[in-house]
């Protein structure tokens, strides 16, 4: 089986997964507590992030937090098959559905360089504990990433945890995968609320 079989054959059983469990918003908040006590992203000056939908965890609530503590905020604009931007947003009543039903900012909202991200949230449908990611399929993110150097922090709940992500040439992994359990890099449970991170 090929990587792209490989990556296919666990999206359906990731899918067919989260079609049968029951979401958890406890899970969510956790989440979100979790990242919101980690220093990169207290010290983080701009912050972009996925604005979760359906079965992805709830981002609202960090992407509020990040608003009220005077963060800068974007999220992705889709531009092209494949293609999206970071754009800043000041007011989330300002995201509306857009191509992938997806809210989004308004095309006029100011395009935030990568450069100027100092810590990106990303979605995934499963990670493993190394931070090789596997999202949707579009490879929206795995575009926009080859070209971000900055802090990359995948959400993930625990029973979307896998042993291993098959990987291809342009994956890169996230600096660090955050469940509720708490946040795995290189492949170790690092941090689990207690402590420095």
Known sequence: MTVPQEKQALRQRI???LRTAAPSMAEDRRIVELLTALPVYQNAGTMGCFVGVRRE???RP???NALLTGKGLCVPLCTGPGEMEMRLVENLSRLSPGTLGIPEPPPEAP???PEAIDLLIVPCLACDRQGNRLGQGGGYYDR???GYD???VALCREEQVQDRI???VPDRPVW??????GLYRQGALVWSGEGEA
Do not use: H, K, S, Y
Not at 176 to 181: C, K, P, S
């Open 15 to 17: 899918r067919q997964n």
């Open 57 to 59: 965890i709830d981002t």
């Open 62 to 64: 960090l992407l509020q």
């Open 111 to 113: 395009v935030c360089p």
């Open 144 to 146: 926009f990433l080859a």
């Open 150 to 152: 900055g802090i990359t």
């Open 166 to 168: 098959p990987v291809e």
């Open 176 to 181: 660090g995968v955050l469940t509720e359990r």
